[in-house]
Structures are given as structure tokens and as C-alpha cells.
């Protein structure tokens, strides 16, 4: 074994030990090359956050199970519904495969970002446990504002939207009223949570088994765009196979406004996210550092390059003006171009559908357990009811907390605005969190520039990921051409997740720093074991002498 294989494996303990007895928490651990003893157990502080955690479910998750998790996470909605709505506001598919290439190589940037965090801090939670790690005064913050954007803004809605209109679509109904798509995307998101609640080792084969049939699908569908290319069959293309994709026309029409840029790569952002599921769920990963890097390197490489094809099948079978026209349902256009009305407008819509439904199993499944840990730490009302994995050996009360938003979110906004909407709103989120990690890291790297690091990322990506992130940020506020006519306002959503964060900060001080100076008293942590095993922290009050 080569001794960069045995730094990576230093980080790993054992299976959990007898919850019962603390001191068995004590673990031996060799840094370097020198047999340094860290005597001191694993606990919820976030000074330990460098030790690894065994989650008291154990660690069920091998490498084809970490691969699909993410895969099945990244290869959802977003491929078989953006294209047709990135295509509508950029105007060109030359414009269009470009984000799609842009989007791509920023995602390694962050991806970078994330695999030196994820190395150096193998634990679940992934953004909450870095941020926490990295930002710890003001004291709860970091945790504060992780802990708001998760509960409120950690929908799983869009794809139960994305199941709703196809499986409506396959039945019939092109144009469904308003209250069967959201019927039938609450009933999805209902029985998704309850199989991952009651049947929780059903819940991980099943995800694995529709992970691949996921990946089949995108194939199929890169191989059917070969078909046309080679056998020249009739699918109503009134200008022949290959015209839309000449050089001419390829760039025609595109919209260079940087504002409509940016809110059209939060669409392809939203398709490519996904590679950080796994760090939500490390501590139920097998050798989760090395699992880490190889799993989540391996998916974006796969990812890029069936997203790049397919959106080439997309051009070369569905004509541009229906492809703009088409919201959601650009993959039900192309099957039904191809195969025809019948079996392509409605048996392989009910596979998209299918689709939707294995990335809602992997996204619940990834975000019940973010949200777990989130209780874990004493920051929600009734923590240890929802830090619990009782009576069926899973996170029910995380499920719980990612049902309750993601079912408003669902319900509330009219339908034919929901699934963007969701989109550019977890987008903006999603945007912010990262600047504050790229940020995080270089400043943890000047404060402690010598924590164990298996991984360490470039300082070019990370300028990168800096650089963009910010532009993405102001783009929003940049007006578009056209003169706003009404609907809503184009920043709408990055208003939304600016309040959100000041929001939080608002809740953060009046809970922790006004309300403990009137009533005289400290929050402090307090460390408890339920009887399932697991360790949790109390946020009690300690009264000012």
C-alpha cells in the first residue's frame, strides 16, 4: 500500500461502538508518519468535526450504492425538462451547448472546493458541517443560516412536479388542470417518504435499481439522435436532420444579456447538482474519503458528456420553435417524433416519469438526513423527537421536516410557474452557499494551514468558482431587453434567497444574543445519547451568575 493510500484511509474508525459506554468512542489515529494518539472521543463539537462519525444505521453505502446516489441525484428532471426553457432564453443552440459546457466546468471548480472539505471532514451534512467547522464566531451563525436554508429552502419538489406532468401527459392529458398536477406530485412526494421512512433498506435498493435504469434511459436516448443521424427516418423535420445544428444557424438568435445568461445556467447548475449528495451522507459510506473523490470525479465526467449529446439528439429530432415552446415536455416531444403518437407520446413519457421518481427517492433520501443532522445539533423545536431513528431504523423526523416545505412549495405557487420558479430560487440558494464556502476555504487554509488534508484543491478553481459565483450573484438585478410587461419580477427569486439569509441572521440574533441578555441567561451545548444510539447536542439555558 503506498503511503498517499494510507493517509487517505487514516480518517476511518471503526463501526459504531456500544452507545452506552463514552469511553469506547476513544480512537487511535496515525497522522503522517508519525503514530500521533488523539485520545480524546469523537463528539458533537464542532472542534471534532475533523474525526469521522459512524452513523448509528452503520455503513451500508459501498461504492455502487455512493455512485447512483449522486448519479441518480444529478440525472433527474433537469435534462429531461431545462433544455426546452435554457433554449427559450438564450434563443440558439450554440448558445445553449455552451452553458451546458460552461456549466460543467464550474461544477469541477466547486467540485474541487468540495472534495478538500469533504476530505478533511468526513462527516455527514456537507455544506452544514464545513460552514460550522470554518465560520465559528459569531457564535451560531454559521449553523443558523445552514440550518434556515435547509428547512425552507431544501425543496424536493421539482421533480415530484417533472412526474406529475408526465405521467399526466402519458395518460392523455397535454394540458392537465392545475389541481391534478399537484394531486398527483403530492401523492409521489407522500409515498417516496413514507418508503424511505417504514421500508428504509427497500428505499436504498430501490433507488440503486432506478439509478441505472435512469442512466439506460439517457443512453437510449443519445443512441435514438445516432438513429436519425444515420438512418434518415421521417420525424416531421421540415428542414432536414442536420440544418438546425449548421454553423449559421446555430448561433441565431442568441440572446447575450448577461442577466438571462446567468438565470439560464442556474437551470443547467440545477441539472448538474447532485455531486454533493454523497458528503450529506458520509458517515453511512464505506471508506467514505477514498468513496468520495473517485464516486463524485466519475459522475461529473459521466454527466458532462451524456448531457452534451443528448442535447444534440434534443436538437437534431425536435424542430427549434417547438423545442422553445416545448416548458417541461421536451423529452415527450422527442419520443413522440420518433416513435410516434402512440408508444412515444405515451408509454417512454412514463419512463421520464419513472426518472423523476428515482431522483425524488435519492434527493428525499440525501435531504431527510441533512435535515437529521440539522436536529442532531439542538436546532429545531422537539430535536431529540426528530433526531430519533425509531421505530424503523431511519431518520423519520428529517423526512418529516423535508415533507412539510417541499409540500407548500408544491401546493402554494401556481403551477405554470412552479418548476423555474423552484429552480432559479434553489439556484440563487445554492450560489450563496458556495461563495461562502470557496470563501471559507481559503480563510481555513490561513488559520490552520496544517490540517490533515488528503485532498487539496487548486488555487485557480477555486478563483474561479469565486469569480463566477459572484457574477451569478449580481446578474439577477441586471434588467433584461425586453421591458418588464408584468408576471413576476425578474429578480423575484434572487429576493427571495437574499431574504431568506437576512432573515435568518435576523432570527439568529434575536434568539441567541437579545433574547438571553433580557432573560440573563447563555445558551450552552450540552451532549445526551438517545436510546437508539444517537449522540445529540442540547441547546440549554444556563443562568448568568
Not at 416545448?326 to 419520443?335: H, M
Request: include cysteine.
Amino acid at each position: 500500500m503506498t503511503a498517499n493510500s494510507t493517509d487517505e484511509r487514516l480518517p476511518l474508525l471503526p463501526d459504531t461502538p456500544d452507545p452506552s459506554d463514552r469511553t469506547s468512542y476513544a480512537t487511535t489515529r496515525a497522522i503522517d508518519d508519525d503514530a500521533t494518539t488523539h485520545k480524546d472521543a469523537p463528539t458533537r463539537s464542532v472542534e471534532d468535526d475533523v474525526l469521522p462519525e459512524t452513523s448509528t444505521l452503520g455503513r451500508t453505502l459501498n461504492w455502487n450504492s455512493s455512485y447512483i446516489l449522486v448519479m441518480s441525484r444529478i440525472i433527474g428532471s433537469g435534462i429531461f425538462a431545462t433544455p426546452g426553457t435554457i433554449l427559450q432564453a438564450v434563443g440558439s443552440p450554440g448558445l445553449s451547448l455552451l452553458l451546458w459546457v460552461i456549466g460543467a466546468l464550474v461544477t469541477a471548480a466547486g467540485l474541487a472546493i468540495l472534495l478538500e472539505y469533504g476530505s478533511m471532514l468526513p462527516r455527514s451534512g456537507g455544506h452544514k458541517v464545513y460552514l460550522e467547522y470554518t465560520f465559528r464566531r459569531p457564535r451560531f451563525l454559521a449553523s443558523t443560516l445552514v440550518a434556515i436554508n435547509a428547512v425552507l429552502l431544501g425543496f424536493t419538489a421539482s421533480n415530484c412536479v417533472i412526474f406529475s406532468q408526465y405521467t399526466l401527459y402519458a395518460a392523455g392529458h397535454v394540458h392537465p388542470n392545475e389541481a391534478a398536477q399537484k394531486y398527483v406530485a403530492v401523492a409521489m412526494l407522500t409515498v417516496v417518504t413514507a418508503i424511505h421512512a417504514v421500508t428504509p433498506k427497500f428505499g436504498i435498493k430501490l433507488q440503486n435499481f432506478l439509478g441505472w435504469v435512469k442512466i439506460g434511459i439517457v443512453i437510449f436516448m443519445i443512441l435514438c439522435g445516432l438513429y436519425v443521424v444515420v438512418f434518415r427516418p421521417d420525424t416531421g423535420m421540415p428542414q432536414g436532420v442536420e440544418a438546425q445544428l449548421t454553423w449559421d444557424s446555430l448561433w441565431q438568435d442568441s440572446n447575450w444579456n448577461w442577466g438571462v445568461l446567468c438565470t439560464a445556467l442556474f437551470k443547467v447548475f440545477y441539472s448538474y447538482s447532485g455531486l454533493e449528495n454523497i458528503s450529506n451522507v458520509l458517515n453511512e459510506v464505506k471508506d467514505p474519503v477514498r468513496t468520495l473523490r473517485s464516486v463524485t470525479r466519475t459522475a461529473l465526467v459521466t454527466a458532462c458528456i451524456m448531457y452534451f449529446l443528448i442535447n444534440i439528439a434534443y436538437f437534431l429530432v425536435v424542430p427549434l420553435d417547438e423545442i422553445k415552446g416545448s416548458g417541461a415536455l421536451i423529452a415527450a416531444l422527442f419520443f413522440q417524433r420518433i416513435f410516434g403518437t402512440r408508444f412515444g407520446g405515451r408509454v417512454l413519457p412514463l419512463v421520464v416519469a419513472l426518472s423523476a421518481f428515482g431522483n425524488v427517492l435519492v434527493v428525499v433520501f440525501a435531504m431527510a438526513r441533512l435535515k437529521h443532522e440539522i436536529a442532531r445539533q439542538g436546532f429545531l423545536p422537539f430535536s431529540d423527537v426528530l433526531s430519533s431513528t425509531k421505530p424503523f431504523s431511519s431518520p423519520v423526523g428529517g423526512l418529516i421536516v423535508n415533507y412539510v416545505p417541499s409540500l407548500l412549495i408544491i401546493v402554494l405557487p401556481p403551477s405554470d410557474k412552479i418548476y423555474s420558479f423552484i429552480l432559479e430560487v434553489e439556484g440563487y440558494g445554492g450560489q450563496i452557499t458556495g461563495l461562502a464556502i470557496a470563501v471559507g476555504l481559503l480563510w481555513l487554509r490561513y488559520k490552520q494551514p496544517d490540517l490533515h488534508r488528503p485532498y487539496k484543491a487548486s488555487l485557480f478553481a477555486v478563483s474561479v468558482k469565486l469569480a463566477l459565483t459572484l457574477a451569478l450573484l449580481v446578474a439577477p438585478f441586471v434588467p433584461p431587453k425586453e421591458k418588464y410587461t408584468g408576471g413576476l419580477f425578474y429578480a423575484t427569486y434572487a429576493i427571495v434567497g437574499i431574504a431568506t439569509v437576512l432573515v435568518s441572521m435576523v432570527y439568529w440574533y434575536v434568539w441567541t444574543v437579545l433574547i438571553p441578555r433580557w432573560w440573563g441567561y447563555s445558551l450552552e451545548e450540552e451532549e445526551a445519547t438517545l436510546v437508539d444510539g444517537t449522540t445529540i447536542t442540547k441547546l440549554v439555558h444556563k443562568t448568568l451568575q
